[in-house]
């Protein structure tokens, strides 16, 4: 896609989502109390099920910079062993990598020196952002989730790195897996990156990845999702889009409002949804509570 198309299809996509100059929901506005209770209905058997991965301390191709776990305090040894005593330990990690899983906040895509909605660049200082942050989902977000699996619809167990979904992909996806994209759902599009990173080891993931076509997020815009998940980063690697590296977050994020959470984990998911041939269930979102932070950790839950 050359940047003249990439830019044209940018303003469609702005142009076309609703929003009030105060607006900062983006399209979680599709995700109505009505249609939050609805989802419920999607609950059958009550199972749990994890869409994150493990967070990994140990570095690696996609991971140089892993999070840091260090025991402050653990079991005492020695006389003074016994009576009562606490396990302490200390955390922190780099949001945004290639391996962990996490949800973007509005505030993480700067382009062309604003934020989605016009709001100004200049509010992500070096203290933090004082717009649009992860704080913005602090009560969750909560609804019916929907998961497509590309690579099932190929015959393939995951898509090559460099590869691309497109909306007809996801239409087909639809299709084969006998389930609806409606709006307010959260879409989580599987092209099987965890998979492959089980059976062949990690890769240098920032510069190789499977993800959408930049035109797939007319299919998004379409059926108004409310947010967007991903066994990989969301955006294919290389890009296919000159002078922008990430397209689809530049378009779903800042044109349209919609939050990625990026480099989940489906392969439990998609076995349940599998073996009961329904690929729609409710979904819980539960960022921290980080005030002025571009994005969380995040552990989805799907209850089926």
């Given amino acids: ?17 609703p ?3 105060d607006d900062r929901r983006g399209t979680l ?7 939050v209770v609805a989802a419920v209905a999607e609950i059958r058997s009550g199972l749990t099920v994890s869409l994150a991965a493990p967070v990994e301390t140990v570095p690696g191709p996609d991971n140089p910079a892993p999070a840091q776990h260090r025991m402050i305090a ?11 005593h606490f396990a302490r330990d ?7 990598g290639d391996a962990d899983s996490h949800l973007d906040a509005l505030c993480h895509v700067l382009f ?6 016009g709001v100004p660049a200049s509010t992500v200082t070096p203290q933090g952002a004082r717009e649009l942050s992860v704080e913005t989902v602090r009560d969750g977000i909560v609804g019916r989730g929907v998961l497509l699996d590309v690579p099932r619809l190929r015959g393939l167990p995951w898509l090559e790195p460099g590869d691309h979904v497109t909306a007809d992909d996801l239409t087909a996806a639809e299709t084969a897996q006998g389930v609806l994209v409606r709006p307010g759902d959260m879409l989580f599009v599987r092209v099987g990156h965890r998979l492959r990173r089980r059976e062949h080891g990690p890769w240098d993931a920032a510069r190789a990845r499977a993800g959408l076509h930049p035109t797939a997020v007319r299919f998004l815009a379409e059926r108004q999702v409310s947010v967007l998940g991903s066994d990989g980063n969301n955006d ?7 002078g922008i590296d990430f397209p689809v977050h530049v378009l779903a994020m800042h044109a ?3 939050r990625l959470m990026d480099y989940l984990q489906f392969e439990e998911l998609t076995g349940a949804c599998a073996r009961t041939g329904r690929w729609s269930f409710f979904c819980v979102v539960a960022p921290l509570r980080l005030p002025s932070a571009t994005g969380s950790p995040v552990n989805p839950i799907a209850v089926l």
């Fill in 112 to 117: 062309d020196g604003e934020l989605y909605n």
């Fill in 236 to 242: 294919t690697a290389p890009s296919g889009v000159g």
């Fill in 1 to 17: 896609m050359t940047g003249e198309a990439f830019r044209a299809l940018y303003r469609e996509l702005r142009d076309r989502t």
């Fill in 256 to 258: 349209m409002g919609l």
């Fill in 90 to 96: 200390r955390f922190a990690m780099n949001v945004h």
């Fill in 74 to 84: 653990s079991a005492p040894r020695g006389p003074g062993a016994g009576g009562l």
């Fill in 29 to 35: 506005g599709h995700l109505t109390p009505r249609r």
């Fill in 19 to 21: 929003r009030a100059p």
